[in-house]
């Protein structure tokens, strides 16, 4: 079992910064793709970045590229989330996810891919 606990929300001015953290419980954090997706209000959860096992390989979606950045230290059993020129519109609970995959075809803006999930953190946006 994986436990999943993020930090870092609050409320910022738009063009403001936020950097969430998503610390993970276990010994082998390293073979696990981890991901951030986001829930608005009156809306359904969507993908926001992704990156594999070793943090070769990062993915976003479209609405937050050259905004987020998505990395993780395996040694600290933590992935980050930089978000950088926030908008009202990224207004949101964030959650971290996780799957141990190392190799494959993966499915990373896919909410079914992973198999924990955190509680969420809050951002707020205002304009």
């Known amino acids: 079992q994986v436990q999943l606990v993020e930090s870092g929300g609050g409320l910022v001015q738009a063009g403001g910064s936020l950097r969430l953290s998503c610390a993970a419980s276990?010994?082998?954090?390293?073979?696990?793709?981890m991901g951030w997706f986001r829930q608005a209000p009156g809306k359904e959860r969507e993908f926001v970045a992704a990156?594999?096992?070793?943090?070769?390989?990062?993915y976003y979606a479209d609405s937050v590229k050259g905004r987020f950045t998505i990395s993780r230290d395996n040694a600290k059993n933590t992935v980050y989330l930089q978000m950088n020129s926030l908008k009202p519109e990224d207004t949101a609970v964030y959650y971290c996810?996780?799957?141990?995959?190392?190799?494959?075809?993966?499915?990373?803006?896919?909410?079914?891919?992973?198999?924990?999930w955190g509680q969420g953190t809050q951002v707020t946006v205002s304009s």
């Open positions: 996810a996780s799957k141990r995959f190392l190799a494959g075809i993966a499915r990373y803006g896919t909410e079914s891919f992973y198999d924990y």
């Open positions: 990156i594999n096992w070793s943090g070769r390989s990062t």
């Open positions: 276990g010994r082998t954090f390293s073979n696990y793709a």
